[in-house]
């Protein structure tokens, strides 16, 4: 049996394919993991909902927008919820204090 050119390029270009996918493959695996590893390490980000503040820590104001802003009374730091939010929340708290001046005069 002889062995010729034609022959090893017959029998490895298949597996030189299956070797480049193989390869290829591996590669967009490590680069994505890579990629997302570093994302993790830059975004750092604070949720503002994740404490409950007490009266005592906050003051709430209502602009002419009608958008309800909470004040930290310790740092000055303050957050602006949107016209609808600022709305109900003044509502509830209206509603509450009839509550409260309709039971005492009962």
């Given at each position: 049996?002889?062995?010729t050119k034609?022959?090893?390029?017959?029998?490895?270009?298949?597996?030189?394919?299956v070797?480049?996918?193989?390869?290829?493959?591996?590669?967009?695996?490590?680069?994505?993991g890579?990629?997302?590893?570093?994302q993790?390490e830059?975004?750092?980000?604070?949720?503002?909902?994740?404490?409950?503040?007490?009266?005592?820590?906050?003051?709430?104001?209502?602009?002419?927008?009608?958008?309800?802003?909470?004040?930290?009374?310790?740092?000055g730091?303050?957050?602006?919820y949107?016209d609808?939010?600022?709305?109900?929340?003044?509502?509830?708290?209206a509603?509450?204090i009839?509550?409260?001046?309709?039971?005492?005069?009962?």
């Amino acid at each position: 049996m002889k062995i010729t050119k034609e022959a090893i390029a017959k029998t490895l270009k298949p597996a030189m394919n299956v070797i480049i996918v193989v390869a290829v493959g591996t590669s967009m695996f490590k680069l994505g993991g890579m990629y997302q590893a570093s994302q993790k390490e830059d975004i750092k980000v604070e949720n503002p909902y994740a404490h409950a503040f007490s009266p005592e820590e906050i003051s709430i104001a209502v602009n002419e927008s009608n958008e309800l802003i909470m004040i930290e009374r310790a740092t000055g730091k303050y957050i602006v919820y949107s016209d609808q939010i600022g709305q109900t929340i003044f509502g509830m708290y209206a509603n509450r204090i009839h509550q409260e001046v309709a039971n005492a005069g009962k």
